[in-house]
Nanobody
């Protein structure tokens, strides 16, 4: 059974940091383009960051550029999202997702992803 599990969310003050993890079971993340998405109440799901399979190229939404970093774990079948300088507007449920192995490049479009985790809540508040 293919499964993604996110962890690392929580409550943090503005300016703080969190590291989200996306762990896979039943398949190897290195063979897939991986995306991080978020959804705030009343808003559509948006692409935050993603990393391609083939060349490791990355994408960041303008709203998180310079603050968030996506990376693949070394031999741990995990993808991370390091989030620094967090702002209240970063508050959302964060999801990781994997594309089919047919597609090596990542794109920030949720409809292009086949496998999803259950999400982890990130709340930025003082």
């Amino acid at each position: 059974q293919l499964q993604l599990v996110e962890s690392g969310g929580g409550l943090v003050q503005p300016g703080g940091s969190l590291r989200l993890s996306c762990a896979a079971s039943g398949f190897t993340l290195d063979y897939h383009a991986i995306g991080w998405f978020r959804q705030a109440p009343g808003k559509e799901r948006e692409g935050v960051s993603c990393i391609s399979r083939s060349n490791g190229s990355t994408y960041y939404a303008d709203s998180v550029k310079g603050r968030f970093t996506i990376s693949r774990g070394n031999a741990k079948n995990t993808v991370y999202l390091q989030m620094n300088s967090l702002k209240p507007e970063d508050t959302a449920v964060y999801y990781c997702a994997a594309r089919s192995r047919l597609f090596s490049l990542c794109v920030p479009l949720p409809e292009r992803y086949n496998y999803w985790g259950q999400g982890t809540q990130v709340t930025v508040s003082s």
